[in-house]
């Protein structure tokens, strides 16, 4: 019986095929040592006997003698070397990288906030994974299918990575203000996770991204409440004691509506501010009065006198005020310690000093 030549190859001239069959003629899946095997750079070979994994090849180019199948010679237990051809199923399983595959949680996922409490936290982003063990995705996911596409695991694919994601959140016990600036972390903690599950079936899950992580609107909202009121937060001390000094000036100007002002600063919570904007600014009028005071004082000490009814002062010696004409009374103080005298005194009534 003439043996025929066979060249086994597949030219992939798609984007999402992991796994091709290859088809043999009509005539039968019949392989002899006339045949050939090639098997490009990205692929891998599989020889399948009687439902069973018989020769794994790898990129290059076989001639099928029976010193290359070791094992597929040992399961067919040929005696003639290929000169009986043999019948079997040769799948050519892609191996490089499928990227940017997007995945998103159709659902949000529970997690438990240390500062908000419970939230729910929606996510989305992309990854990218190869077959890593034909074998093992053979037997667990390929079956005898003609073919199998990036499609066909896809749906089942993300279904692990969201799981994987909702187990990191809840083992990280982050905050939701702090998911943006650790979406790296989340990613190796997604791919340490996920990637047993991956192996399973003999893939890889070679690269993950996780684009955004967000909460529900009014999470959202009441996050930027709290930023704006944390920028605010050294400026609006300020700007109620500037408010209230402003209305301190008009209740100055209208001394009957001081008291209202008072109340209602206190009842708005503005009390304290107030107050202090009061005491701030009535320390220069204190300071102005005690200088005055000590004015006076040093006045009377060197002998000046202050009429009694316009309050200028007098000097000493006159008789009368010299701005309202009223007439002083002469008093006498004490040479000693400056007292005053009473009428008629001989002795200072402080410090016995006679006069």
Do not use: H
């Amino acid at each position: 019986m003439a043996l025929f030549r066979l060249n086994i190859e597949w030219a992939d001239d798609s984007k999402n095929t992991l796994v091709y069959k290859y088809p043999f003629k009509k005539s039968g899946r019949e392989v002899n040592n006339k045949s050939s095997l090639t098997v490009r750079e990205s692929q891998m070979a599989v020889f399948v006997y009687k439902g069973q994994i018989a020769d794994i090849f790898e990129p290059g180019l076989y001639q099928l003698e029976t010193n290359i199948l070791p094992i597929l010679t040992k399961l067919a237990a040929w005696k003639y070397a290929f000169e009986t051809p043999i019948t079997l199923d040769v799948y050519f399983v892609n191996t490089k990288q499928f990227t940017n595959i997007k995945w998103g949680t159709q659902n949000p996922i529970m997690m438990r906030d240390p500062e908000f409490g419970a939230i729910r936290v929606r996510g989305y982003g992309a990854f990218a994974f190869k077959v890593d063990d034909p074998a093992t995705f053979l037997k667990e996911l390929f079956g005898t299918n003609s073919t199998f596409k990036t499609s066909d695991i896809e749906d089942y694919a993300k279904t692990m990575l969201i799981s994987a994601l909702a187990d990191a959140l809840g083992e990280s016990k982050i905050s939701a203000l702090d998911l943006a600036g650790n979406t790296l972390e989340f990613n190796e903690m997604v791919k340490l996770n996920v990637q047993e599950k991956f192996s399973e079936m003999g893939l890889k899950l070679t690269n993950l991204f996780i684009e955004n992580m967000s909460v529900p609107t009014e999470v959202e909202r009441a996050l930027d409440e709290r930023s704006r009121l944390g920028i605010l937060g050294g400026a609006t001390d300020t700007m109620m004691k500037v408010a209230a000094a402003e209305a301190m000036k008009d209740a100055a100007k209208n001394p009957g509506v001081g008291g209202t002002f008072m109340g209602a600063g206190v009842g708005l919570g503005a009390g304290a501010a107030v107050g202090s904007v009061f005491a701030e600014a009535m320390k220069p009028q204190a300071q102005n009065g005690q200088a005055a005071q000590g004015n006076g004082a040093a006045q009377a000490a060197q002998g000046g006198k202050t009429c009694a009814k316009c309050g200028a002062q007098i000097p000493s010696g006159a008789k009368f005020c010299p701005e309202c004409g009223e007439k002083v009374a002469q008093k006498r103080f004490c040479v000693n310690c400056g007292a005053e005298i009473p009428a008629g005194a001989k002795f200072c009534p402080e410090c016995g000093n006679k006069q």
